[in-house]
DNA sequence: CTAATTTGACCGGA
DNA sequence: TCCGGTCAAATTAG
């Protein structure tokens, strides 16, 4: 069961990945259980673009993240999600990423699990040419707080391990990792977080300070051309009506994603299957900028224009270090810098 | 009871 | 017309 739970952050990853790619350019390898918050902002806000790899059973060396060469799945993004269309616009406008989540054998029939968030299956349909039906859900507060994200779930023909999960938008419901706290919602958010107990252990435990790192990055395989001019601005909320507040929670907030991430690595479950990786290629469209303010994002790409490439070597040091040395203490920031 | 899932209908793009 | 995606009524779960 542990181990379903660990995949359950993988969205959790995924909107850092989403962050790191609206911020940031950097390929970075996460070996083992990390946690410096502070560190790991640091680090990550100082790129313009992110591939993030994780895995928790330790060092990247230990077994060669199998969905690494998910990396140049940049056909993942369709290309009609980029287009200038007119009436579905809305859409398509919407940032739109991979996760693949292997499951354990013992989990198998039960797919990968939460991710953080709580989504509502709202159908199911048989893909042509696919052994497996896919699954789309939306999140539950969609009505509540306007939030749009979606995912599909389909199981890989290949490997039935494997689950494609495509997400749509971000979250703009504050119902993530960190559970909404609006008051409207109090008594729905305390039903969510009894719900996803995951939510508790997070932060009664101190596991957060049991962080060890191994990182590693380079900057290979950035696709500037990808990352264009383009900033996309924010949650991509509901794009539906004008509003665009952001979540209090955004993609941004590496706090709260490494937060739970940490308490991925707490499981004591089976080692082998502790895997867990993530791969994200960027497709945002240049409309995306247009009409969102830029207020959450404004701080973190400040804080990283310059970073394209000088702090890379600084990093891909000590990371090195890291890697060599699993229980090298990762909790002082200090050392970055 | 409310909330989530199932599942066929429906819709729009190609 | 086909197919992927969504809706929504019926059903099931809690």
Known sequence: MENIWKWE???????LIH????????RLHLGASSSSVELVHKILSSYDKALLIL????????????????????GDLREDDRDTGNVSKKRKMMPRWRDHVRVSSENLLEGPHDDG???????QKDILGAKYPRSYYRCTYRNTQNCCATKQVQRSDEDPTIFDVTYRGTHKCGNGNQPASTEKQERKSNKIRLNNN???????????LDFRAGLRANTEGIDSKETAPSFPSTSFGCLK????SISPSGVLDYSNIFGSFSSLFMSPGTPELGYFSVSQMNNFGDVLNTQHSESDLTELVSANTSATNSPIMDLDFSLDHVELDPNFPFDNPEIFS
Not at 9 to 15: D, I, K, R
Not at 198 to 208: A, K, M, R
């Open 55 to 74: 895995n928790p059973r330790g060092p990247v060396e230990q077994e060669s993240p199998p969905t690494i060469n998910s990396s140049p799945r940049s």
């Open 19 to 26: 962050g790191l790619e609206l911020a940031g350019q950097l």
């Open 198 to 208: 995951n939510y508790e252990p997070l932060q009664s435990q101190d596991f957060l």
């Open 117 to 123: 968030h709580s989504w509502r299956k709202y159908g």
């Open 9 to 15: 952050q993988g969205t959790l990853v995924s909107e």
């Open 241 to 244: 009506n004008g509003n665009h």
